[in-house]
């Protein structure tokens, strides 16, 4: 059974940049395909990124041309390096880890590990 830990959440002044990270254990971290979603209040969870285990990403959603996803296999630890925030980035920001796949995973069914989840404000 994958378990996923996040952290790096926080209070940010829109404009900066913020890492998140997210460190998994049990499972074969090299083998999963790994993402990251948002939930922010009154809304559903958007996939941002997701990063299969030979180095295919894909990013979707607000976060593309700002957001990074990246692992470290040795240290089973998934990042999402987030640039040039605004009010509107502040949500409940969740690791996720899915099925080996050369391609995507294409439903938010298909990530069957998540995080409990890191929160990211973003205001002045």
């Known amino acids: 059974q994958v378990q996923l830990v996040e952290s790096g959440g926080g209070w940010v002044q829109p404009g900066k940049s913020l890492t998140l990270s997210c460190v998994a254990s049990?499972?074969?971290?090299?083998?999963?395909?790994v993402g990251w979603f948002r939930q922010a209040p009154g809304q559903e969870r958007r996939l941002l990124a997701q990063l299969n285990y030979i180095g295919g990403r894909v990013y979707q959603g607000p976060g593309a041309g700002r957001f990074t996803i990246s692992r470290d296999n040795a240290k089973n630890t998934v990042f999402l390096q987030m640039n040039n925030l605004n009010p509107e980035d502040t949500a409940e920001y969740f690791c996720v880890a899915g099925p080996k796949t050369r391609g995507v995973l294409s439903s938010i069914s298909e990530f069957t590990h998540w995080g409990q989840g890191t929160h990211v404000t973003v205001s002045s």
């Open positions: 049990g499972g074969t971290f090299s083998d999963l395909t």
